[in-house]
């Protein structure tokens, strides 16, 4: 690949020094057109045919590439792919990971590379700054290429790295085209759009008293001259795509998710409506709007591009505009707000667990079981590492220092096995974090007090506390933890009470506590994607735990999680749930009563009287 990188550099010189006429183009469509897909092709191990360049015919390319393609694209006008792009002067050349930008407008350009920049996190030594390939040509091209680009690695002529180096590369940008093609991640960048509402005083209060209210599920009257508007909400909704809504006044914002548009208003509560338009006509739609909670300020300029609207002349943002108190914006991706999304904590939370972990290095998330500690800790992580950067281990009653810090393995010698000192999973993560200083590193410990911590940590409880001190390990001299390395444990209260913490271990952790939440409960079905055919869920959710926090603790309760479930939930689900999952766990708390005292004391009637003891399918259990 250096040979192939090297041979396009000097035809480029030889053009520029000698003039196009004495270069030589057979050659220079030889290596664009065959040795250089040939090659690509063999070393990833790919299809011939998803790899394209930019070859001689009948003039020189105005800037010479050579790319290869996600499955679904085949052309760079539109699509993604990683491509090497030769400035003209050929002095430079890119290996870029571009999107095709043929018809889309430049907000959505700029929207989508913020989104796919939260990917280069995980990759070492990549610039995010736009790449430069135009000063020689006056052509459009290149200029297209340096609009479409979102992240790079650079090669200067006559500082080509070795093969090594080039392959390296250029398989970790193949893996972020991989990732977009392959993952869920492509779903993100759908480019949808939020509604975006600048308000008056006025409006502002009426807001904060609906949302006091009716807390934070109302809904807002439109009129029919922004039926543009709603047409494009309603058919993001009809395809599944979280839609939210901003409200702006210069002293505060507020952030909410828009689960329905409705025209007939004979099923709203008057009340519920919040019409900011003074007018005698009615509204022409009802968006209703839920999950509303206050943002600061900063979040409107930091997460949403907003249109610009010609006010005069003068193109000014919508933030500022006192033309249109509606329109529309893109929501740039963010794991903050996809976190949000998929734990229904508030954003306050979020950021508090966020700068917590980046400010101490390491934090607990606490709480019975059920209440969706794991999901928080790996959402989190990819919040402060990014996606590659996250591993989890689990603890359990027999992990011990050997596993997770440092001990003798054995190993096949010349005539026996010999044992020899071998890394961990902390020291093995660690030592990954170690050779990539300008990247963070998450290690998530589950169940982390099933383990014998005191025990299984050893000596790191000193380096927990002092980062930037050494310390002997057992087989390792002058150890130290490196300090983009973080680390979240989770504990279920059940198994070990908070209380009976190592007190060593709760001085080098801040613990919080994640809650059975009715809260988080009723949010999950306040969602446009989810709903419930459960009267009452909450309350009886709410009761259960009551019961269980009067007959033993706080510890003992039982978790919103186990009672969440995507599309419909049902009364047959509920029973499902009972029977399999949410008694089970009763039983164990109350081992030391007897089965009659606990059916008494905890049964699915008592909680849900709506719902069946029995399914559908077994109304009289007689005949079973």
């Known amino acids: 690949m250096k040979n192939f990188i090297q041979g396009i550099f000097d035809l480029l010189k030889t053009r520029i020094t000698h003039g196009i006429e004495t270069s030589n183009p057979s050659l220079y469509q030889q290596l664009l057109q065959i040795n250089g897909p040939d090659l690509f092709a063999s070393t990833l191990g790919i299809s011939r045919q998803k790899v394209k360049s930019g070859v001689y015919q009948g003039g020189w390319a105005d800037c010479p590439w050579i790319a290869v393609y996600s499955r679904n694209t085949n052309g760079a006008q539109t699509g993604y792919y990683v491509v090497y792009l030769f400035a003209a002067d050929g002095s430079r050349v890119y290996l870029s990971f571009n999107q095709g930008i043929e018809g889309i407008p430049p907000v959505l350009i700029e929207k989508r590379r913020e989104d796919l920049k939260v990917l280069t996190e995980c990759v070492p030594g990549i610039n995010t700054e736009q790449i430069s390939l135009s000063p020689m040509t006056k052509s459009e091209r290149p200029r297209k290429y340096e609009m479409g680009n979102v992240c790079s690695y650079m090669y200067e002529d006559g500082r080509?790295?070795?093969?090594?180096?080039?392959?390296?590369?250029?398989?970790?940008?193949?893996?972020?085209?991989?990732?977009?093609?392959?993952?869920?991640?492509?779903?993100?960048?759908?480019?949808?759009?939020?509604?975006?509402?600048?308000?008056?005083?006025?409006?502002l209060k009426l807001l904060e008293e609906k949302a006091k209210q009716y807390h934070t599920s109302f809904y807002i009257g439109i009129h029919e001259e922004n039926k543009e508007i709603v047409d494009v909400i309603i058919q993001q909704l009809f395809?599944?795509?979280?839609?939210?809504?901003?409200?702006?006044?210069?002293?505060?914002?507020?952030?909410?998710?828009?689960?329905?548009?409705?025209?007939?208003?004979?099923?709203?509560?008057?009340?519920?409506?919040?019409?900011?338009?003074?007018?005698?006509?009615?509204?022409?739609?009802?968006?209703?709007?839920?999950?509303?909670?206050?943002?600061?300020?900063?979040?409107?300029?930091?997460?949403?591009?907003?249109?610009?609207?010609?006010?005069?002349?003068?193109?000014?943002?919508?933030?500022?505009?006192?033309?249109?108190?509606?329109?529309?914006?893109y929501e740039r991706y963010d794991f903050v707000r996809e976190m949000q999304r998929k734990t229904n904590l508030e954003l306050e939370f979020i950021e508090d667990l966020k700068e917590t972990l980046l400010r101490s290095g390491q934090i607990i998330l606490a709480g019975?079981?059920?209440?969706?500690?794991?999901?928080?800790?790996?959402?989190?992580?990819?919040?402060?590492?990014?996606?590659?950067?996250?591993?989890?281990?689990?603890?359990?009653?027999?992990?011990?220092?050997?596993?997770?810090?440092?001990?003798?393995?054995?190993?096949?010698?010349?005539?026996?096995?010999?044992?020899?000192?071998?890394?961990?999973?902390?020291?093995?993560?660690?030592?990954?974090?170690?050779?990539?200083?300008?990247?963070?590193?998450?290690?998530?410990?589950?169940?982390?007090?099933?383990?014998?911590?005191?025990?299984?940590?050893?000596?790191?409880?000193?380096?927990?506390?002092?980062?930037?001190?050494?310390?002997?390990?057992?087989?390792?001299?002058?150890?130290?933890?490196?300090?983009?390395?973080?680390?979240?444990?989770?504990?279920?209260?059940?198994?070990?009470?908070?209380?009976?913490?190592?007190?060593?271990?709760?001085?080098?952790?801040?613990?919080?506590?994640?809650?059975?939440?009715?809260?988080?409960?009723?949010?999950?079905?306040?969602?446009?994607?989810?709903?419930?055919?459960?009267?009452?869920?909450?309350?009886?959710?709410?009761?259960?735990?009551?019961?269980?926090?009067?007959?033993i603790d706080r510890h003992h309760e039982i978790g919103h999680a186990y009672f969440m479930r995507r599309g419909d939930f049902t009364r047959e689900d509920l029973r499902k749930i009972w029977e399999r999952k949410v008694f089970p766990i009763i039983e164990e708390y109350l081992f030391d009563l007897r089965d009659e005292e606990i059916h008494t004391k905890f049964n699915l009637e008592k909680f849900w009287p709506e719902v069946p003891i029995y399914g559908t399918d077994r109304d009289n259990p007689e005949e079973d």
């Open 368 to 551: 019975p079981p059920g209440t969706g500690k794991t999901l928080v800790a790996e959402e989190l992580g990819r919040i402060v590492a990014g996606v590659a950067n996250v591993k989890v281990i689990q603890f359990h009653p027999s992990y011990t220092y050997e596993e997770f810090v440092e001990g003798l393995r054995p190993k096949p010698g010349e005539s026996s096995l010999v044992f020899i000192p071998s890394p961990g999973a902390l020291l093995k993560w660690a030592e990954k974090a170690r050779n990539n200083e300008h990247h963070k590193f998450i290690l998530i410990i589950d169940e982390m007090n099933r383990a014998n911590l005191p025990k299984v940590f050893g000596e790191l409880f000193y380096l927990l506390e002092y980062r930037n001190r050494k310390i002997d390990l057992q087989y390792s001299e002058s150890y130290e933890l490196p300090d983009n390395l973080y680390i979240i444990g989770t504990m279920n209260t059940v198994d070990r009470n908070i209380r009976t913490l190592d007190y060593a271990l709760r001085r080098r952790f801040e613990i919080f506590e994640i809650k059975a939440s009715p809260i988080l409960l009723k949010r999950y079905y306040d969602m446009p994607e989810n709903s419930l055919s459960v009267p009452n869920l909450v309350e009886g959710f709410i009761q259960l735990n009551e019961n269980l926090r009067r007959e």
């Open 239 to 329: 395809n599944k795509i979280p839609t939210y809504v901003n409200f702006h006044h210069p002293s505060q914002s507020w952030s909410g998710v828009i689960k329905e548009v409705l025209q007939d208003r004979k099923y709203i509560k008057p009340s519920k409506v919040i019409n900011f338009k003074k007018t005698s006509l009615t509204p022409a739609y009802y968006i209703h709007i839920c999950l509303l909670e206050k943002v600061q300020n900063e979040f409107m300029l930091n997460k949403l591009l907003l249109p610009r609207q010609r006010i005069n002349q003068q193109e000014i943002l919508a933030l500022n505009s006192t033309n249109n108190n509606y329109s529309l914006s």
């Open 160 to 203: 080509v790295p070795e093969n090594e180096v080039l392959i390296k590369d250029f398989k970790s940008m193949y893996s972020l085209l991989q990732f977009v093609e392959y993952t869920n991640f492509k779903l993100h960048i759908q480019d949808p759009k939020s509604l975006f509402i600048r308000l008056t005083s006025i409006n």
